[in-house]
């Protein structure tokens, strides 16, 4: 796989060194982007998980981030959001309050139908036939979220097995977004997150 | 899908690995980052690293020992507790390795900070622990002072359930001690809201089995009796539906397609 050299957006929480330890398993080298100066350089981007919405929101519109990395996604720079990551690129979310998101994949954030957390190992259902992927399918990645990814169809990648149909994975054009952390769902998840890489990147 | 997970425990004193006897005595067993290793190795579903020595010495995380952990690579899931004071703690240890925190001393000395802590790095990232014994009630233990606080009761788990994930039952008593948690802990335990972990003596595999029955506990939480044989994870796995726990996991087998 060429190098790439990720951007890791730092909203001031995140699971920053759980991915970038991934990525650079994986032969990579990382940025640490906490303003639009730091984008530069950078061919790929993550949103890391682990935080709030409400606060990582904040955190990017206040450093003027949001309107840089809405700019790059759109002139085709690919862009990975990993659990809370995956929620900023919704259209709104309802995480404690009603904050407006990235609007990079259409949806919104709300809390589960019993407002319970999701914990443990999940297996994926992939909604869209798919070669680079099919070895995934019915595998198991960690997820532990208390709010869901409500979208269309059109834009649902993959749902959570035995759910009822919980998002597990969303994408639109180069934007991903995953429910789950592949960072830390072992073996498996690092070879997803690579496949997932090479897919965007060659567009 | 796997209903429970089973979660390896480091427990960490003085910067080093250790056994530890009812939150009173403790033998060293070795560094922290051999046993984080060892279990991110052998497939367990989650690492709990338990610092005990940080809040009483008001020493804050061990950032240190975190970024030793973070740069070994680690693909499993990791819960750190230890001196975690406020919100800006608990975003250091998400940053610096954890993906998870536990939270001890907080719960009891400064709830002020729970909201905090909720909005800076969410819920779901947080665990509440809560050493507890049975006497006429689950009876909160506060290892500081070491006494015995109230009976933890409906209404206590249902104002933590809005700042916490799931809840840590610990059986200090019999930590350490050979298949002796005590049931009643999770039997007789005031509120279904929260998801339990538990930890304390466990050691067998119908013991396991006994509380995943009771339909309470999410994630049973297991120390030392993991070092003593090599792919204990995977042994313990093989007594339970993957409906139950997930599979195995061997790293150096033909079962691993994906290494």
């Not at chain 1, 940025?31 to 990017?60: H, Q, W």
């Not at chain 2, 279990?39 to 008001?58: C, P, T, Y």
Request: hydrophobic share 40%.
């Amino acid at each position: 796989m060429k190098k790439i050299n990720f951007g890791i957006v730092n909203y001031g929480a995140g699971n920053i060194a759980s991915v970038s330890g991934c990525l650079s398993r994986l032969g990579h080298t990382v940025t640490i982007v906490e303003s639009a100066e730091e984008l530069k350089g950078t061919n790929f981007l993550i949103l890391p998980g682990v935080g709030a919405f409400p606060t990582a929101i904040k955190f990017i519109k206040v450093n003027k981030l949001a309107q840089h990395l809405v700019a790059r996604v759109k002139l085709g720079t690919p862009i990975i959001g990993i659990c809370l990551g995956m929620h900023l690129m919704a259209t709104k979310s309802f995480e404690l309050g009603n904050n407006d998101g990235l609007n990079l994949i259409p949806g919104r954030v709300e809390p589960h139908d019993n407002g319970s957390t999701q914990i443990g190992w999940r297996p994926l259902v992939f909604r869209r036939p798919s070669e680079i992927f099919s070895t995934f399918e019915a595998q198991e990645f960690y997820f532990n979220n208390s709010y869901r990814f409500v979208t269309e169809n059109k834009y649902i990648f993959a749902t959570v097995g035995n759910s009822g149909g919980n998002v597990a994975a969303v994408k639109n054009g180069t934007a991903l977004g995953l429910q789950f952390h592949p960072e830390k769902s072992q073996n498996i998840g690092t070879a997803f997150l690579s496949r997932a890489i090479e897919s965007l990147d060659s567009g | 899908m796997a209903d429970a997970r089973l979660i390896g425990v480091i427990t960490v004193r003085g910067g080093i690995a250790v056994q530890s006897f009812s939150y009173e005595r403790y033998l060293p067993i070795g560094k922290p980052e051999f046993l984080a290793e060892n279990l991110d190795r052998w497939g367990v579903d989650e690492i709990l690293v338990k610092v005990v020595d940080r809040s009483k010495k008001e020493m804050g995380p061990d950032i240190d020992l975190l970024r030793r952990l973070a740069s070994l690579d680690l693909q499993t899931p990791l819960i750190y507790g230890g001196g975690i004071r406020d919100a800006q703690d608990a975003a250091t240890v998400i940053q610096n390795g954890a993906d998870r925190v536990l939270i001890d001393s907080i719960l009891t000395e400064k709830s002020y900070e729970l909201e905090a802590i909720r909005d800076c790095i969410g819920k779901q990232a947080v665990i509440g622990a809560v050493p507890v014994l049975f006497s006429d009630g689950v009876k909160w233990f506060e290892y500081k002072s070491r006494t015995i606080h109230d009976i933890v009761s409906a209404n206590m788990v249902e104002k933590l359930s809005h700042y916490l994930s799931e809840l840590l039952v610990i059986d200090f008593k019999n930590e350490g001690l050979h298949n002796s948690f005590n049931i009643k802990l999770i039997e007789k335990f005031p509120s279904d809201l929260l998801p339990l972990l538990v930890f304390g003596g466990i050691t067998e595999i119908e013991q396991k089995k006994e509380l995943l029955r009771t339909g309470m506990v999410s994630g049973l939480c297991v120390g030392n009796s993991l070092n003593y044989r090599e792919h204990a994870v995977q042994h313990i796995k093989r007594h339970f539906s993957q409906t139950l726990i997930r599979a195995p996991y061997f790293i150096e087998t033909k079962e691993n397609k994906y290494g």
